[in-house]
């Protein structure tokens, strides 16, 4: 056994350098779980830092200093949340409110559709029907009490998220206008025998920025152009539904599958089985199919391909650990674990 083990340490950790990145890898991952929460305004301004800092780029290759593109993009980034703060998302907590408003009628409905099902399917009968009903009563009213403690409790959080988007923008600015003084000082705590490291990173580096760039760019596009079909078209909550279609696509395959089912039953509720209801469906599936085989191939052209387990794994372990960031960044992730596991140098056995 413990020979074994001998023979796995010298193939794979007798390099010092890969101890070096193995500490690294460790300490990073520890710093994320067990400091998370309190880090947070700060790992999401590194992550909005990261995303802007393409932006920055592009302008620096078209002649614009780096302070000033910093300031136009800053100035960009700033527009854009305000416009999201004061702009989008009171209308879509509004079109919220309104959903929550007709839930019971929606409920109503619901149940007198389920009545109907053992008069097609007599395997079903009115009893089994009735418990499945007090079942989803019961899991409501569970929701709705969930919902109700967390709106009394929100306050701190309400208060804290206030503080966050004027802490986390004023991170940003400085995570951009400081990037080489703070990389520097970073470095000076790193070990100097870090080439195998810095060799990784710059191989994912343009892989995951790639990928969060992208995932930014196709969420944008395809709720955009969701919520514009959905509103053409005259689907009730048409800005709440697109919006959660343009998330969706943060979660490969799990989030299409999820967020079908709102649409599919706000629709039926509207319109019943009928014209409006299936255009509306067809226009839905074309825009999930130009999604998946036109705008991520497009957008993702130079990020690893992984195999879908390898994704829906990756989805699991990461957004287990870290939440919503976790499900993000699981993809890029798992990229990173890829690389590492091909770049990590091994030492030939003996025999």
């Known amino acids: 056994m413990w ?36 880090l947070t305004p700060v790992l999401a ?11 920055v780029r592009i302008l620096a290759r ?143 580096d343009q892989q995951i920025g790639n990928y969060v760039r992208g995932k930014f760019w196709e969420i944008l596009i395809v709720g955009i152009v969701t919520i514009i079909a959905f509103g053409l078209l005259g689907l009730k909550y048409a800005l709440l539904l697109g919006a959660l279609v343009g998330l969706s696509v943060v979660v490969p395959y799990i989030g299409a599958v999820v967020v079908t089912v709102p649409v599919t039953l706000i629709a039926w509720f509207q319109w019943g089985w009928s014209h409006d209801f299936a255009v509306l469906m067809a226009v839905y599936t074309i825009i999930q199919g130009l999604d998946g085989n036109v705008l991520v191939p497009l957008l993702f052209s130079e990020v690893v391909n992984l195999h879908p387990v390898a994704i829906i794994v990756a989805v699991l372990v990461f957004g287990g650990v870290w939440g919503f960031w976790g499900v993000f960044f699981a993809i890029p992730l798992a990229t990173l674990v890829n690389a590492i596991l091909h770049a990590w140098p091994r030492t030939a056995e003996q025999g």
């Open 45 to 55: 301004a590194l992550v909005i830092a990261y995303l802007l800092e393409g932006l």
């Open 62 to 204: 078209i002649g614009v200093v780096r302070p000033r593109g910093v300031i136009l993009v800053f100035t960009l980034f700033m527009a854009l949340l305000l416009f999201l703060v004061f702009g989008l998302i009171p209308l879509v907590w509004a079109q919220l409110v309104d959903l929550v408003r007709d839930l019971p009628t929606y409920i109503s409905r619901g149940q007198e559709a389920l009545h109907t099902i053992p008069q097609h399917y007599p395997l079903i009968s009115d009893d089994q029907i009735d418990e499945l009903i007090t079942l989803l009563h019961t899991r409501l009213a569970e929701q709705i009490k969930i919902l109700l403690g967390l709106s009394i409790a929100s306050i701190p959080g309400l208060i804290s998220l206030l503080i966050y988007l004027v802490l986390v923008p004023l991170l940003v600015f400085f995570f951009l206008k400081d990037k080489q003084r703070l990389l520097g000082w970073f470095s000076n705590f790193l070990p100097r025998d870090r080439a195998l490291a810095v060799g990784v990173w710059h191989e994912v």
């Open 3 to 38: 020979e074994v083990v001998r023979q796995w340490f010298h193939r794979y950790l007798s390099d010092p350098q890969a101890v070096v990145l193995l500490v690294l890898l460790v300490g990073g991952f520890s710093v994320v779980l067990f400091m998370g929460n309190m």
